[in-house]
């Protein structure tokens, strides 16, 4: 027997039986909330003063004049398993942008049944067996009445490009965490090389203290002072080794290698030139990767906002599926024989306990915190500038103070040296004169370290890009790079 039926039903629930215009919305959900990314009153230009306001440059590493230096920031960003997890963190933004996107579509199902009877039949006193077969199709399908799935698609759309900034801001901050890493890791073996220095003039003096000694020119004190002073130094070798591979290491974890302490350095730190262009406040807020990412963040909370105000409107849906069930299989595939069903049906929230309402609270409060998040990332940016082109300034005027005192050192060491010899001075005036000029070129490798530093977080806090070639994705990531777009 031929079988063909379709059923359409409208089911509204609401007091009306009219779908409100599209002008009543904001009585059921509330007013729009439009947020945008503001940033603080800022000045035309820095604080500093003489700070060119040009563009700043892009391959800050090449002031260094260091090639090692740029391998091992090609090698950290192509190896460190941070950057490789954050890689991941946009796959998987990028991947639930495509699930948002493909749950506004039609959501197809399909279905097959076979079904078996046994039945006792009392007139004939036997039993009747059969089969049926099963076959369906159904369709369900949100229609996008007042955009609120749209705002979904966005919302996740946005979470994306916040997570590519990230990834851009993680791969700068470990570019410049690998360059302070190498700068730590020279001071330390330079340090090293003034510990071995001064157990080396700390053994002179030793020697020409038991020299003088033993012509009765000096006495046990001299001598007991200058051993102890040599041990002394001996231990701070056995220090400032260990400072020294404690550093390598540092760098090592940051280039995802074992950390062995192997790594070798030349000890050697950068005579920096002056400052480079550092644009003005206003140019900075298109150059950082966390502001975009906040200004990301602040367009994601909003959409979210506005969707969960669409959730109180009506929604429409459209259901429906072809079914069929016959006993021989062969009939079920007769389009004669199949049954359609179509169903349209808009649906409206009586009561939820205020559930809705306080969804669209919950969400307008967190836009409104994106928003203050972004001016706080801005606040932070500017200041973390500031900070480092003062620190510049005073950092060169510290260098060029200490290598005078370092100049000033040395030429009293020898003084010391031949006075003593002489017989001019005691063994603690020689000692004095050493330890002087030992600290002073101590402090000229610790100023010049940390303004080697301070160079590179100058550069970090102006979003400077990245002098190298991007790394290719880790080999079990998905075919899509996270520069590719993510909806068709």
């Not at 369906?136 to 799935?149: F, K, Q, S, V, Y």
């Not at 400032?240 to 940051?254: C, D, K, P, V």
């Not at 969400?363 to 915190?369: C, E, G, K, L």
């Not at 005027?397 to 200490?402: D, K, N, R, T, W």
Request: charged share 20%.
């Amino acid at each position: 027997m031929k079988q063909a039926s379709i059923v359409l039903g409208f089911l509204a629930m609401g007091a009306c039986s009219t779908v409100p215009s599209v002008p009543s919305l904001p009585s059921f959900g509330g007013d729009r909330l439009v947020v945008f990314p503001i940033a603080p009153d800022a000045p035309d230009a820095w604080a500093a003063n003489g700070v060119s306001g040009e563009l700043p440059q892009t391959d800050w590493l090449a002031q260094f004049n260091d090639e090692t230096l740029v391998a091992l920031v090609n090698e950290a960003l192509a190896a460190n398993p941070s950057i490789r997890s954050q890689f991941y963190a946009v796959e998987a933004a990028r991947a639930q942008a495509r699930s948002t996107y493909g749950r506004t579509l039609p959501s197809i199902s399909g279905s097959a049944s076979v079904t078996g009877t046994d039945t006792y039949v009392e007139a004939t006193d036997s039993r009747v067996s059969g089969e049926s077969y099963g076959l369906g199709l159904d369709l369900n399908w949100e229609l996008d009445l007042w955009g609120r799935l749209r705002a979904s698609i966005n919302a996740a759309e946005s979470d994306l490009i916040a997570s590519e900034a990230d990834l851009a801001s993680a791969r700068l901050a470990l570019a410049a965490q690998t360059a302070s890493a190498w700068f730590d890791l020279n001071e330390a073996l330079a340090q090293e090389r003034v510990a071995v220095e001064t157990f080396e003039a700390r053994t002179r003096a030793l020697e020409l203290t038991e020299r003088r000694l033993s012509r009765g020119l000096s006495s046990a004190l001299d001598v007991r002072t200058a051993r102890t002073t040599q041990a002394s130094a001996e231990a701070s070798i056995a220090a400032q080794r260990l400072a020294s591979q404690n550093a390598t290491r540092r760098l090592e974890i940051l280039l995802g290698r074992y950390p062995s302490a192997e790594l070798d350095a030349s000890a050697d730190l950068p005579e920096l030139p002056g400052l480079p262009p550092a644009g003005n406040p206003t140019l900075l807020l298109t150059r950082r990767p966390d502001i975009a990412a906040a200004e990301a963040r602040v367009t994601s909370a909003g959409l979210r906002a506005e969707q969960a105000r669409l959730a109180m409107l009506p929604s429409f849906r459209l259901t429906g599926g072809v079914s069929t069930s016959e006993a021989d299989i062969a009939d079920a595939f007769d389009p004669g024989r199949i049954a359609a069903r179509l169903v349209a049906s808009l649906t409206a929230p009586i009561f939820n306990g205020g559930a809705l309402d306080a969804d669209r609270d919950a969400a307008v409060a967190q836009a409104r915190a994106a928003v203050e998040n972004y001016a706080a990332t801005t606040l932070t940016a500017w200041r973390e500038v500031e900070d480092a082109l003062a620190a510049d300034s005073l950092l060169a005027q510290q260098e060029e103070a200490q290598l005078r005192a370092l100049e000033e050192a040395r030429l009293a060491e020898e003084l010391a040296t031949r006075q003593y010899t002489n017989g001019l001075v005691s063994i603690f005036n020689l000692i004095d004169s050493q330890t002087r000029r030992l600290n002073a070129e101590s402090t000229v490798i610790s100023v010049r370290s940390a303004r080697a530093s301070n160079r590179v977080s100058f550069h970090l806090a102006l979003g400077g890009g990245l002098p190298v070639s991007e790394p290719a994705a880790p080999t079990v990531a998905s075919t899509n790079s996270p520069e590719e777009a993510i909806l068709p």
